[in-house]
């Protein structure tokens, strides 16, 4: 995979050191499935190409079973953007054998597998614009997975209700501008509220960003991971790792690594939480 080999070949010792430690963080164990919610700020951010991206890595690095959903509607969703070019809908037969699986194999029904060995299902041929399906179709056997990766499309503070009960944590992609920061920070705020962390995902477009925005984004509330311009994704078929910049594939492995380790310190808060009222229940009695 020249993705990897690439960004190693041109990598000088600091940067050699950077991909080990993230590529470390990026296998690192979780001991329960996480459920990543990717969301947009606006229309063309650039959110299924990031998620698509991400899912990809962690398929390819992480030992465990990964599952990317499209519930965007987008015409390039992120199964498309993960190579995954064969039919990913399912019937309600199999959305019914994944519901009441009780082995992998059984969890599997349906759903169709990238060369990276990233499983998909998209959601949006049978129902679009139902955010209902996924809880029919994917929540009962998500505890298969170790993360279940899900492109939910553009949304706002209104209509992020199903997505942040859906997720362990948010990734909000957003383009280099104010409206867009924003928004970003509203969601992050109401995820925030729902006990889910968030990640930023900056996707620019083309040209420069606007005075003020590069010292707006050091100023977020959450984790920030850039991606560069990269034009292999305005190609007519998906660019494998090998054809995009080593920078974008750079950027994948930091994101992928991020998210990775926001789901670990989500879980050993939760599980501090849980410690401290214990005690306080013990002290109590």
């Known amino acids: 995979m020249r993705g990897a080999w690439g960004l190693l070949a041109a990598a000088r010792p600091r940067r050699i050191a950077e991909l080990r ?16 919610g990717f969301v947009g700020t606006a229309g063309g951010s650039g959110c299924s190409t990031a998620a698509g991206l991400a899912a990809s890595v962690l398929a390819r690095r992480r030992s ?66 139902d955010d209902t399906r996924w809880w029919e179709a994917v ?9 279940v990766v899900t492109d939910w499309g553009v949304r706002d503070v209104g209509s992020l209700g199903h997505v942040a009960t859906a997720s362990s944590l948010l990734a909000i992609v957003l383009t280099p501008d104010r409206e867009a920061l924003q928004r970003t920070v509203e969601i992050a705020a109401a995820a925030h509220a729902a006990q889910v962390p968030s990640v930023a995902v900056v ?3 083309r040209g420069r960003a606007p005075w003020g925005i590069g010292e707006a984004l050091r100023a977020m509330p959450v984790p920030v991971v850039r991606f560069p311009v990269d034009p292999a994704h305005g190609w007519a078929a998906p660019a494998p790792s ?33 410690r401290t009222d214990g005690e306080r229940q013990v002290v109590t009695a």
């Open 242 to 274: 090998s054809r995009l910049k080593n920078a974008t594939n750079l950027a994948a492995i930091r994101l992928a690594a991020e998210l990775v380790s926001v789901a670990a310190a989500r879980r050993a808060g939760a599980a501090q939480r849980e």
């Open 21 to 36: 430690r993230l590529d470390e963080q990026v296998r690192r164990p979780l001991a329960l499935s996480t459920r990543v």
């Open 203 to 205: 996707v620019p477009a």
């Open 64 to 129: 465990s079973r990964v599952l990317a959903v499209n519930a965007s509607g987008a015409r390039r969703s992120l199964l498309w953007h993960a190579g995954l070019l064969s039919d990913a809908t399912s019937t309600s037969a199999q959305d019914a054998e994944r519901a009441s699986a009780s082995t992998a194999a059984e969890a599997l029904a349906g759903l169709a597998t990238a060369p990276s060995g990233l499983h998909g299902l998209d959601l949006t041929r049978v129902t679009p614009g």
């Open 139 to 147: 929540a009962p056997s998500s505890r298969f997975f170790d993360f």
